[in-house]
């Protein structure tokens, strides 16, 4: 597995070395005082930050930069190998104002308190997380910490299945089942095969959609676990099948919230999208269920 430094870069189509460089040499001129350009890592060097395979962590200015390049993660974050991530884990971005339509499309509680992005857990002692949930993770938790002054923890879906007071963002199959479980009248339910794969997405108005082909299947949902008791208080799901299901459905959440806000408003949704095989940014929308307004 890479490093979340490595698949952080690819989020953001920084593939070479070149391309690494332009952007290292770009924030290491903002830094007081400046570091002149030229100083990047070497190739060699490069490689073995994107394979983890170092002895030690980077030190001195180029600590500085790479905090410059990703704000709100740590250097020790940054080169952890990306299928574990620390229970407890959490972004520290200086407080910035919340776009006023991102917050009223995330809810009030998430604002005011955080969000709690939550990943499945695998295996013992070292935590594996599905490279694809990581992935939507990823997307997500970028748009957080570019957009937003919340402050990001971290967690794996065991801790969250003890812990219902929390505002919620959940990758994979885990989170999206447990909701469909414990609702009483749920948005969609999940076909779930061995190994905790998902099989096919079911909506509550009798639509399916199966896993297979040459395009894969995402869900994105926003629901409220207490309207009554937290009416500000919103769940968002991100998972599906294949390899690119839930990794789709997090880049389309990160970067279509804002459609979606503009057709759903304050109301509880599942959007099903379709993900090309070859890119998670092909992820597009298949079908929109928005539920009815609440009574008061």
Not at 101 to 109: R, T, V
Not at 231 to 248: D, K, L
């Amino acid at each position: 597995m890479p490093t979340v430094l490595k698949m952080l870069l690819a989020e953001r189509h920084l593939t070479s070395h070149p391309d690494f460089l332009s952007v290292y040499d770009r924030c290491a001129a903002q830094l007081d005082p400046p570091v002149p350009p030229g100083h990047g890592p070497a190739k060699a060097q490069y490689y073995q930050w994107l394979s983890g395979r170092m002895v030690g962590l980077p030190r001195d200015y180029h600590r500085k930069v790479l905090q410059r390049m990703f704000p709100g993660w740590t250097v020790e974050r940054l080169f952890q190998m990306a299928d574990i991530i620390p229970s407890g884990a959490r972004g520290h971005r200086p407080s910035t104002p919340v776009d006023s339509e991102l917050e009223a499309f995330l809810g009030a509680d998430m604002v005011e308190h955080g969000a709690t992005l939550v990943y499945p857990a695998r295996g013992g002692s070292a935590v594996m997380v599905p490279e694809g949930d990581l992935r939507g993770l990823l997307y997500v938790s970028a748009l957080l910490q570019r957009n937003t002054g919340l402050r990001v923890d971290f967690r794996n879906d065991r801790e969250v299945a003890v812990r219902g007071d929390r505002q919620y963002i959940t990758f994979g199959a885990a989170g999206a089942a447990r909701y469909s479980l414990m609702a009483e009248h749920p948005l969609f339910t999940l076909g779930v095969g061995r190994g905790e794969t998902i099989d096919h997405v079911e909506l509550s108005d009798g639509a399916r959609f199966d896993a297979g082909g040459d395009r894969h299947i995402g869900l994105v949902a926003r629901v409220r676990p207490s309207p009554r008791l937290y009416p500000g208080r919103y769940w968002f799901h991100c998972a599906g099948p294949g390899t690119r299901g839930a990794a789709g459905a997090g880049w389309f959440l990160a970067n279509q919230w804002n459609a979606l806000h503009e057709q759903v408003g304050d109301r509880e949704f599942v959007a099903v999208v379709g993900v090309r095989a070859h890119s998670d940014q092909t992820s597009g929308l298949v079908t929109l269920l928005v539920a009815p307004p609440r009574e008061p």
